[in-house]
């Protein structure tokens, strides 16, 4: 028998690829939260008026709410099935740290759910009225939010990991955390649909996505562990 | 809560070896499941946690692998106290829970790489053989969830088997399985027993062991009582 | 020696009995410095000439604010304490200050808005300091909520304390953004350190109402976590006896059978 232990890198993209390839068996389910997306997006001109100049001021809002709505929508996704059929414990019970292992996890949900969401994002800005020239803010700011949401999300759905499927109490509880990524995310569209420099929301939120990479794992690891006593 | 007379001098006498708990305590809710639970199972050994449903077999397997935490009490893998090296710990254990730990969109043989691959690369060939020592070698290439329940089960215990783990928690390993089955899982137990491993089972039907290989213990309501087996 | 006194105090009994005699030490005081800052502010502090007589509800409205921030900050703390330390006591001082802390952000809020009618000329204004207070209720709420969707204590307990750790981090993160995103409120006028804006005759009674709001919530909270500790304790041997003493000889027999030394306790 081949006794080479297998490194915390090496398992990490295992656990990775293992990942990608169930996403892959069942592609709907990744899609669904981008379709809530767009979905979302639609309704604002639907109960507003189609005027674009009216739009482009909603328009930050529009694309951020509805990002923030999906990406608590995803968060069903990440460790549902694996805290029913077992294999979430044998990820606890393996020889590396857990919180790494968790945070590989979240790295390729969000691959799956916000990346998706980072492409269509500048698209769903265009119809509703954004410039092209504000797409490249557009996207960092989309790509930066949605990282951050899926490290705070994915605290909440370690949370309420074991119980009832109550959306409404994960929502409660991610939302309030995930405002400054909205307030700072939705300046950042705000400024680049205007024509000036979204640089400052952007740091911030870059900040904030550096803070939830940081400290997430330990979080995560913390809350899913109680999650699975 | 009442440890066997003997355990104590024992688990003093060699503690270097296998896996030894010290005064283990437990609250669930409000019912305290362990009360001062106190073993050691040697390399070599095999110990069968016996009890009626609602003793706390479970908990206490959940409990050695950390899992659940302790109120009180310590245990301790070849001498240390696991909470000093965790990892360690963990990387010469292996779990089989209620659930099986299989994904059911993955083959069998899909679920064994990427499950024993945590912990050290396995071939096809390794993962094929341990299929087929399991009784299953046709349904390598069949997505889990299309297995029945004793199938499932078999492919977990090819899981267990594949990863060479040192220690073996098993919790009701024979659940699912028919009469073969439960023959396969006494020739799994009693090969890693000669191997020199050491496996604890929770299980309420009694398994057929080497007689040297084997200590039953019984879990009855929050205490657990140590017999040697009759030979 | 600091140590034994910690893991003492983290004893329930012991808490149980520091806690009864303590509350009386912390309520009479802030009932007297209670009654003296509402006279000063309300009789002897001189209207300010901007904004009248109106502004007089600061002084339920900012130590209501700032007390729900110092409940929030003292319940992660506990709740830090009890995951790190195991101590159930802990637990149960975080799982008291929950509904406190509640009650001051929502005192904060309604007050705010009272002050903000004839200021602003509408109740709500969505300025930075208003919302940041709603955010933080929501924050409680969401704490209040895991607990209770949670049904084994000790779980509860942990996961709780996750949460509210998380949430104190972002507590500071949240407000600046908050006040980033709108700059509409007056700057606060308490906390400067060197030059309060404030003449002494209205800062003096504001500060008496702080204290006072300090300590009153101080007999608040060990009152909750008193009955906290006593639903958690229940069949504990400790409880038992101390019940069983005043409830007379025919329920503490049977009540004695059933003790069992308590969790937590060495």
């Not at chain 1, 307030?183 to 929301?201: D, K, M, Y």
């Not at chain 2, 095999?46 to 706390?56: R, W, Y």
């Not at chain 2, 899909?110 to 349904?139: F, K, Q």
Request: contains cysteine; aromatic residues 6%.
């Amino acid at each position: 028998m081949s006794e080479a232990r297998t490194g915390f890198l090496a398992a990490a993209l295992l656990l990775a690829a293992r990942d990608l390839r169930l996403a892959l068996r069942r592609a709907g389910d990744s899609l669904l939260p981008l379709g809530f997306f767009l979905v979302i997006t639609t309704l604002f001109p639907l109960a507003l008026e189609p005027s674009l100049s009216l739009l482009r001021d909603i328009a930050p809002a529009a694309l951020w709410v509805g990002a923030l709505l999906s990406s608590l929508l995803a968060l069903d996704l990440l460790f549902r099935d694996d805290g029913q059929d077992g294999t979430l414990e044998q990820l606890a019970l393996c020889a590396h740290p857990f919180a790494g292992m968790l945070l590989a996890k979240t790295a390729v949900h969000w691959c799956l759910t916000g990346l998706p969401l980072v492409l269509v994002a500048p698209l769903a800005a265009g119809a509703l009225g954004a410039p092209y020239a504000a797409m490249p803010g557009i996207l960092a700011a989309v790509l930066l939010g949605t990282m951050a949401l899926s490290l705070i999300g994915a605290v909440g759905a370690g949370l309420t990991l074991t119980l009832r499927r109550n959306g409404s109490l994960l929502a409660l509880l991610v939302l309030p955390l995930a405002v400054p990524v909205l307030i700072f995310g939705a300046r950042a569209t705000a400024l680049s649909i205007a024509g000036a420099s979204p640089a400052a929301p952007l740091y911030l939120l870059a900040a904030l996505a550096v803070l939830a990479a940081t400290l997430a794992p330990w979080a995560l690891a913390a809350a899913v562990r109680i999650g699975l006593e | 809560m009442r440890p066997a007379a003997g355990t104590a001098a024992a688990a003093t006498a060699d503690a270097a070896d296998g896996i030894a708990a010290d005064g283990l305590h437990l609250w669930r809710g409000d019912t305290h499941v362990l009360q001062g639970v106190s073993l050691h199972v040697r390399a070599g050994e095999c110990l069968q946690v016996t009890g009626a449903n609602g003793s706390g077999k479970t908990t206490l397997l959940r409990a050695l692998c950390a899992l659940v935490p302790l109120e009180a009490g310590r245990v301790c893998w070849r001498g240390c106290d696991v909470h000093l090296d965790p990892l360690a710990f963990r990387g010469e254990l292996a779990y089989l829970g209620h659930d099986n730990g299989l994904k059911g969109d993955l083959t069998a043989a899909e679920n064994l790489h990427y499950a024993v691959g945590l912990r050290r690369r396995v071939t096809r060939d390794e993962s094929g053989a341990a299929l087929e020592r399991c009784g299953v070698p046709a349904l390598r290439g069949v997505p889990v969830r299309r297995l029945s329940a004793g199938q499932r089960r078999r492919v977990a215990l090819a899981r267990v088997l594949l990863s060479g783990a040192s220690l073996w928690l098993l919790d009701e390993p024979g659940s699912n399985l028919d009469a073969a089955g439960s023959a396969l899982l006494s020739e799994l137990l009693a090969a890693h027993a000669q191997a020199g491993g050491v496996s604890l089972v929770a299980t309420h039907q009694a398994l057929e062991l080497p007689a040297d290989a084997q200590r039953r213990a019984t879990l009855q309501a929050l205490s657990l009582t140590v017999a040697p087996v009759m030979a | 020696m600091a140590w034994v006194w910690f893991h003492k105090f983290g004893s329930p009994p012991h808490f149980y009995r520091l806690a009864r005699r303590l509350t009386p030490w912390l309520g009479w005081p802030a009932l007297l410095l209670g009654l003296a800052g509402l006279i000063g502010g309300l009789v002897f502090a001189p209207p300010d000439y901007q904004q009248g007589d109106g502004f007089r509800i600061i002084y339920v409205h900012a130590p209501a604010a700032w007390l729900s921030l110092m409940v929030y900050s003292v319940m992660a703390g506990s709740a830090a304490v009890g995951l790190i330390w195991r101590m159930n006591v802990a637990h149960a001082v975080a799982a008291s200050c929950a509904p406190i802390g509640a009650s001051f952000t929502a005192l904060a809020l309604v007050t705010g808005m009272l002050w903000g009618r004839p200021m602003w000329g509408t109740y709500w204004e969505w300025d930075p300091r208003l919302t940041s207070e709603l955010l933080l209720l929501f924050l409680y709420l969401g704490y209040m909520g895991l607990r209770n969707a949670i049904d084994d204590i000790a779980r509860a307990d942990r996961a709780s304390a996750v949460l509210a750790i998380v949430g104190v981090v972002n507590v500071p993160i949240i407000h600046y953004s908050v006040i980033w995103w709108n700059s509409l409120h007056q700057a606060p006028s308490v906390m400067k350190i060197g030059r309060p804006s404030m003449p002494a005759s209205m800062l003096v009674p504001l500060l008496l109402m702080l204290a006072a709001f300090t300590l009153y919530f101080g007999a608040l909270v060990l009152t909750r976590a008193r009955g906290e500790v006593l639903r958690r304790e229940r069949h504990a041997r400790w409880m038992i006896e101390a019940l069983g003493a005043s409830a007379g000889g025919a329920g503490a027999g049977s009540l004695a059978a059933h003790a069992a030394p308590a969790r937590g306790t060495p």
